[in-house]
């Protein structure tokens, strides 16, 4: 029963984020928002809705630990699964972005994020503030200097949808989003007391991986279809939207405090690590190209990480 309603819950997630992506991008377009910040801002949002709704709801119910494994695993799945089954299936380059500012601040981002909760174990109001503002100020700098870095990946947003359709979708996908996350927190919580298992071990692998899975289908469908929309940079970029837009607006609406030490003493080292990782891969054997062998040394990685957390 608790798989069911993880699935359910996992199912209505990608449908409501899916959803209240196409009535952000239309509600953008009827005001003239150029796609340029469309594409930074109010997709960026939407497509990291599933996790911010579910993050919260599990902090604001006393699951701080589904809150933080849910967004550390999210992060080491998107580069360890979802790129490294990318990059098997077709080769990518990678844009000069990478090294100039994409990895710079999600390493930034994410080294903040192990030096708020190491000490204290807490994510306090004013550090949320902070993450959400360092945030505010990246995508401004975006904004006014880096146009070119961000890719358009929004089919989407050749057309105006009718006003009804707008709020149609809006209405639909945040009440997808709000069920979504009460099924999944609620069968993940269950599953956790029915096997013994910790929550922070749900949240990092079942939830986590769950939540990355709108990332993993647009990238696959991606590559196959031949698009080179799709960027280490996107990825990347999701990762840090994970901590400073998601840990850092559920920290400001309610202080997360973790409870089980393996997320401080293990899982974030895996985080960074995976992160540092990326660097050297991109520079060799091939510069600025990632191919199946780094694939297969991402998805290697990410596997010995997930039998970690059941040994």
Avoid: C
Avoid at 15 to 25: I, M, P, Q
Avoid at 96 to 116: A, C, D, G
Avoid at 246 to 269: A, R, Y
Avoid at 281 to 294: C, G, N, Q
């Amino acid at each position: 029963m608790n798989l069911v309603l993880i699935g359910l819950g996992l199912v209505l997630l990608i449908l409501g984020g899916n959803w209240l992506l196409k009535s952000a991008v239309g509600f953008s377009l009827r005001l003239k928002i150029p796609k340029i910040v469309i594409g930074m801002t109010v997709v960026s949002f939407a497509t990291s809705a599933p996790e911010l709704i579910v993050s919260l709801k599990s902090a604001l119910e006393g699951h701080a630990d589904i809150a933080f494994g849910n967004v550390i695993g999210s992060n080491i799945a998107n580069l360890g699964l979802v790129l490294g089954i990318t990059i098997l299936i077709s080769t990518i380059s990678v844009e000069k972005s990478f090294y100039k500012i994409n990895w710079p601040i999600m390493m930034i981002s994410s080294i903040l994020l192990y030096v708020f909760i190491a000490f204290d174990g807490i994510l306090q109001r004013y550090e949320g503030i902070i993450l959400f503002s360092f945030l505010i100020v990246f995508l401004v700098y975006l904004l006014r200097f880096q146009k070119q870095a961000v890719v358009d990946e929004m089919p989407e947003d050749d057309e105006e949808l009718p006003l009804y359709l707008i709020i149609l979708f809006l209405i639909i996908g945040g009440v997808s989003l709000w069920g979504g996350s009460e099924l999944l927190i609620d069968g993940a919580v269950g599953m956790a007391k029915h096997f013994n298992i910790s929550e922070r071990i749900i949240g990092i692998t079942i939830v986590s991986i769950g939540t990355s899975i709108p990332e993993l289908a647009a990238s696959v469908i991606a590559v196959l279809q031949k698009e080179k929309a799709i960027s280490l940079g996107n990825l990347i970029g999701s990762n840090v939207f994970n901590i400073l837009a998601v840990l850092g607006i559920t920290s400001i609406i309610t202080p997360i405090s973790i409870e089980d030490q393996g997320l401080l003493s293990n899982d974030i080292f895996w985080m960074l690590g995976i992160a540092f990782l990326i660097f050297p891969l991109v520079f060799a054997p091939v510069k600025m190209k990632l191919s199946w062998k780094e694939g297969l040394i991402l998805l290697t990685v990410y596997l010995v990480f997930i039998i970690r957390m059941f040994l």
